[in-house]
């Protein structure tokens, strides 16, 4: 019980010890730039150092830059006004430890290492903390971590998953698209527009979510891009709305009124691949994960496709004045000729969204993000833009707005503006946490994914299963030359096909080839590959446990249930069992370094005095304290839990 009293966390009934030599001189003695170099190559992996090799299981880490500027002067130079005028004394700025791991959960979704947290608070540069932002947004966990997010927005959109909805390769066109650096403006058209086969193109998926129902993916497109919600009016005109009438609901419906979803197995096999040809996996869209593509959860969906057709409309659903309704945007003229240029009516759609309403798209997604980093939006909801609805800080919004369309939609621009202005960097403070001036960070609880990434990272977990996959850097390469090849080849293929059919303009919206892998293929003896085989297997099967608990973490749950999940639940079980990190800290001689280490790992700042004078007693006797009770019960403070 002690060591609830020097944590705030509780006690974990157990232990577990195993031998290791890791970190020892990382707490024990000042930290020199060689000894930083050569433990960041060595140990902590090469997604963190420009100078190592890049292991097998992590097959891009440099993900495109972006657009490098930010206006988060602009953010600060509105507030200080506002403040100014209040007569206000915000909050201070976070320290550095604090601001580190704010914003490593917030761009990567996971903590920063011990070694991270030391070089940060070592280094002097004046421009650091744009500097570490810059480098976090090139991590493949950039990636990683706001494909779930990304794809989380959208599910909460419905309460139930639509028919067959490959929820994993939906997952895996996001990665792909934040792997790129695709444009705000281009996600939106992917998917808007798409039609293809789910298990090939994961853009197709938006509209299977939503059963290939015209209105609900009307409706959907509304709230997810234009911040918007429309759905009072699906029955009858908005009460409080005047703008949202019923028949402006069915007419937007009209523009998702000629699709289908079509059963691949149904469907005769050379009109589907006619339609929909194979078009393989990107690099870029391949997970890195500990577990790789395994790690993913979801479902893996059905052989269903959406596709377009050149009849079927929408009918408003009014008994007494029923009657076919005409495309038409909100706000706008009814599009009389739709169906007769080249383009198809969610074509139109998507027009409309990135073309006139590029402004409001802009909006709505700095609210989403403003919301998403911070817990404060300019409206309450990512949803809660509307005419009768009061804007917090119309000026700044608008302002953001317009520098978001100026930078074309540059998904990276905007996470720098936040992360880097006071918004973002102030401290917690609970009297001011609700506060309409934004004098104050908000207090917030880790979501599903950065409290899972974060387990795995503390307990050195990561590490391990990282470990397990550079045992397999021969075969994954060789197994990434073949998708590359099969990418080009499958390309150019479908390419052919669609130009020689019925639909040769789909041939344009094909994704750009990538560029074949140069350098020799690795040499894989048959013995070797057997081998190697059994550890993929070995690998896999760790992904989709983590997978499954990942899953479990993301579903809704009382807080009785989830406090037990948190201290006693599988993952956190099976990581400080399974991780190196116990090990390493038990190789240290001093139990002063045992504790400062455990601090850096799962709370990324050193220990406090007070905490160190604490728990000293206790580690100076082995039976009383052990490392994976530390880390547990520091894993269960509400500063672990919490940003």
């Known amino acids: 019980m002690r060591i609830q009293a020097a944590t705030q966390g509780g006690v974990r009934r157990g232990w577990l010890r195993h031998p290791g030599e890791l970190f020892r001189d990382l707490v024990t003695a000042p930290i020199t730039a060689a000894l930083l170099a050569a433990f960041t190559i060595g140990m902590v992996g090469p997604q963190w150092a420009d100078a190592a090799p890049e292991p097998a299981a992590l097959p891009h880490t440099r993900l495109p830059e972006g657009d490098a500027e930010h206006a988060g002067v602009l953010v600060d130079l509105y507030l200080s006004?506002?403040?100014?005028?209040?007569?206000?004394?915000?909050?201070?700025?976070?320290?550095?430890?604090?601001?580190?791991?704010?914003?490593?959960?917030?761009?990567?979704?996971?903590?920063?290492?011990?070694?991270?947290?030391?070089?940060?608070?070592?280094?002097?540069?004046?421009?650091?903390?744009?500097?570490?932002?810059?480098?976090?947004?090139?991590?493949?966990?950039?990636?990683?971590?706001?494909?779930?997010?990304?794809?989380?927005?959208?599910?909460?959109?419905?309460?139930?998953?639509?028919?067959?909805?490959?929820?994993?390769?939906?997952?895996?066109?996001?990665?792909?698209?934040?792997?790129?650096?695709?444009?705000?403006?281009?996600?939106?058209?992917?998917?808007?527009?798409?039609?293809?086969?789910?298990?090939?193109?994961?853009?197709?998926?938006?509209?299977?979510?939503?059963?290939?129902?015209?209105?609900?993916?009307?409706?959907?497109?509304?709230?997810?891009?234009?911040?918007?919600?429309?759905?009072?009016?699906?029955?009858?005109?908005?009460?409080?709305?005047?703008?949202?009438?019923?028949?402006?609901?069915?007419?937007?419906?009209?523009?998702?009124?000629?699709?289908?979803?079509?059963?691949?197995?149904?469907?005769?096999?050379?009109?589907?691949?006619?339609?929909?040809?194979?078009?393989?996996?990107?690099?870029?869209?391949?997970?890195?994960?500990?577990?790789?593509?395994?790690?993913?959860?979801?479902?893996?969906?059905?052989?269903?496709?959406?596709?377009?057709?050149?009849?079927?409309?929408?009918?408003?659903?009014?008994?007494?004045?029923?009657?076919?309704?005409?495309?038409?945007?909100?706000?706008?003229?009814?599009?009389?000729?739709?169906?007769?240029?080249?383009?198809?009516?969610?074509?139109?759609?998507?027009?409309?969204?990135?073309?006139?309403?590029?402004?409001?798209?802009?909006?709505?997604?700095?609210?989403?993000?403003?919301?998403?980093?911070?817990?404060?939006?300019?409206?309450?909801?990512?949803?809660?833009?509307?005419?009768?609805?009061?804007?917090?800080?119309?000026?700044?919004?608008?302002?953001?707005?317009?520098?978001?369309?100026?930078?074309?939609?540059?998904?990276?621009?905007?996470?720098?503006?936040?992360?880097?202005?006071?918004?973002?960097?102030?401290?917690?403070?609970?009297?001011?946490?609700?506060?309409?001036?934004?004098?104050?960070?908000?207090?917030?609880?880790?979501?599903?994914?950065?409290?899972?990434?974060?387990?795995?990272?503390?307990?050195?977990r990561e590490d391990a299963i990282y470990g397990l996959g550079e045992q397999l850097r021969k075969l994954l390469e060789e197994e990434l030359s073949q998708r590359v090849q099969q990418r080009r080849k499958l390309l150019a293929e479908g390419a052919e096909n669609l130009r020689a059919g019925p639909f040769p303009h789909l041939a344009d919206r094909l994704p750009p080839a990538p560029e074949p892998v140069t350098g020799p293929s690795p040499a894989i003896t048959d013995p070797e590959r057997a081998q190697l085989s059994e550890l993929r297997q070995k690998y896999v099967a760790v992904g989709q446990g983590l997978g499954k608990q990942r899953s479990r973490a993301r579903v809704a749950m009382s807080s009785t249930s989830e406090s037990l999940m948190k201290m006693n639940g599988p993952l956190v079980a099976e990581s400080l069992s399974q991780g190196t990190r116990v090990a390493e800290i038990e190789a240290l001689d001093s139990p002063k370094a045992r504790i400062r280490l455990a601090f850096l790992s799962v709370l990324a700042r050193p220990p406090r005095v007070e905490e160190t004078q604490r728990l000293l007693p206790l580690a100076n006797n082995d039976a009383t304290l052990q490392v994976s009770d530390l880390l547990w019960a520091l894993m269960q403070t509400s500063e672990f839990q919490s940003m």
């Open 81 to 460: 006004g506002l403040w100014q005028g209040a007569e206000i004394n915000p909050a201070a700025v976070v320290d550095d430890a604090t601001f580190l791991r704010r914003t490593s959960l917030a761009l990567i979704g996971m903590p920063p290492t011990a070694v991270e947290v030391i070089t940060f608070i070592e280094d002097s540069a004046p421009v650091k903390r744009e500097a570490k932002v810059n480098e976090l947004l090139k991590r493949s966990q950039y990636a990683d971590y706001w494909a779930f997010r990304q794809r989380q927005w959208i599910v909460d959109l419905r309460e139930s998953i639509g028919q067959g909805t490959n929820v994993v390769s939906f997952y895996q066109y996001l990665r792909e698209s934040l792997a790129e650096n695709r444009k705000w403006d281009v996600v939106a058209r992917d998917l808007l527009a798409t039609q293809g086969a789910i298990k090939k193109d994961g853009r197709a998926n938006f509209g299977i979510f939503f059963d290939g129902e015209s209105n609900e993916y009307a409706e959907a497109a509304m709230r997810l891009f234009l911040g918007t919600n429309l759905a009072c009016a699906q029955c009858h005109d908005d009460p409080y709305v005047d703008q949202y009438k019923r028949e402006s609901y069915w007419a937007l419906a009209a523009f998702f009124g000629r699709i289908a979803m079509w059963d691949g197995n149904l469907v005769a096999a050379e009109r589907f691949t006619e339609r929909f040809p194979e078009i393989g996996r990107s690099a870029q869209s391949i997970s890195t994960l500990p577990g790789g593509d395994a790690a993913i959860d979801g479902a893996r969906g059905e052989n269903r496709a959406l596709a377009d057709l050149d009849e079927g409309e929408v009918e408003m659903p009014d008994p007494e004045n029923p009657r076919t309704m005409i495309p038409t945007p909100l706000g706008g003229q009814p599009i009389a000729n739709a169906d007769e240029g080249v383009k198809t009516r969610r074509e139109l759609f998507a027009d409309w969204v990135t073309g006139p309403q590029r402004h409001n798209l802009a909006r709505a997604a700095v609210n989403r993000y403003f919301l998403e980093l911070t817990g404060r939006g300019f409206v309450d909801r990512p949803d809660g833009f509307a005419p009768n609805k009061t804007v917090r800080h119309g000026a700044l919004l608008d302002l953001l707005a317009t520098e978001f369309v100026k930078h074309q939609f540059d998904i990276k621009w905007l996470i720098r503006t936040i992360v880097l202005s006071k918004a973002f960097q102030l401290q917690s403070a609970e009297d001011h946490g609700a506060s309409e001036t934004w004098h104050a960070a908000v207090h917030r609880t880790l979501n599903s994914d950065q409290w899972c990434n974060s387990v795995l990272r503390v307990t050195g």
